[in-house]
Nanobody, 118 residues
Framework: VQLQASGGGLVQAGGSLRLSCTVS????????MGWFRQAPGKEREFVAIISSSSTYYADSVKGRSTISRDNAKNTINLQMVSLKPEDTAVYYC??????????????WGQGTLVTVSS
């Protein structure tokens, strides 16, 4: 299974961005899939997760982000609005995630850089 993230770039504060992740290989609609991010000098953190029927968001992006998936196309997307400079990070998509005190994912993409200017 391989994941390819895209859609990152430079955006002004208050702007919006849509990240996409294309998954190749066998993946099941029951898999939890999602997005994580790592800001410079910080640890990677959870952003959003989607299952077959539910979505989960970090408090820092809740209300400003929408995660979606298209099982037929094997893609997951993250729409972010009202972006803030603190959203600047490399965003990673992940698949086959489980929760055990924290989100753990089996498959990872290479990351796409989002830079939000003030």
């Amino acid at each position: 299974v391989q994941l390819q993230a895209s859609g990152g770039g430079l955006v002004q504060a208050g702007g919006s961005l849509r990240l996409s992740c294309t998954v190749s290989g066998r993946i099941f609609s029951s898999y939890y899939m999602g997005w994580f991010r790592q800001a410079p000098g910080k640890e990677r953190e959870f952003v959003a997760i989607i299952s077959s029927s539910s979505t989960y968001y970090a408090d820092s992006v809740k209300g400003r982000s929408t995660i979606s998936r298209d099982n037929a196309k094997n893609t997951i997307n993250l729409q972010m609005v009202s972006l803030k400079p603190e959203d600047t990070a490399v965003y990673y998509c992940a698949a086959r995630c489980t929760y055990a005190a924290d989100w753990l994912c089996h498959y990872w993409g290479q990351g796409t850089l989002v830079t939000v200017s003030s």
